[in-house]
Nanobody, 121 residues
Framework: QVQLVESGGGLVQAGGSLRLSCAAS????????MGWYRQAPGKQRELVAL???????NYADSVKGRFTISRDNAKNTVYLQMNSLKPEDTAVYYC???????????????WGQGTQVTVSS
């Protein structure tokens, strides 16, 4: 079974930085995309950043210029470097992956359990 485990969340002051990590483990045949979503209380889950194999990173407009997504394919790990954090960035951040993992033989979506990011003013 494929699992995604996030780490790196925490409490920071506005203007500070955090680096989130997400490692995929299990019987993985391929991971074609990895990214990050977030959900604040009372709001829908929204895409923050996404890397698709063979493509360029995509970012939500609200984080462009501040967040950077990167991926280590050898480790099946995706990172989110978050700089110049704002209180509006406060949310639970969820790792996302699209790929093929046992016991499935077709592409599926995988989600981490989330890590809390809180930005104080």
């Amino acid at each position: 079974q494929v699992q995604l485990v996030e780490s790196g969340g925490g409490l920071v002051q506005a203007g500070g930085s955090l680096r989130l990590s997400c490692a995929a483990s299990g019987s993985i045949f391929s991971i074609n995309a990895m990214g990050w979503y977030r959900q604040a209380p009372g709001k829908q889950r929204e895409l923050v950043a996404l890397i698709i194999s063979g493509g360029t990173p995509n970012y939500a407009d609200s984080v462009k210029g501040r967040f950077t997504i990167s991926r280590d394919n050898a480790k099946n790990t995706v990172y989110l470097q978050m700089n110049s954090l704002k209180p509006e960035d406060t949310a639970v951040y969820y790792c996302y992956a699209k790929g093929v993992g046992a016991p499935l033989r077709y592409e599926d979506n995988y989600w981490g359990q989330g890590t809390q990011v809180t930005v104080s003013s």
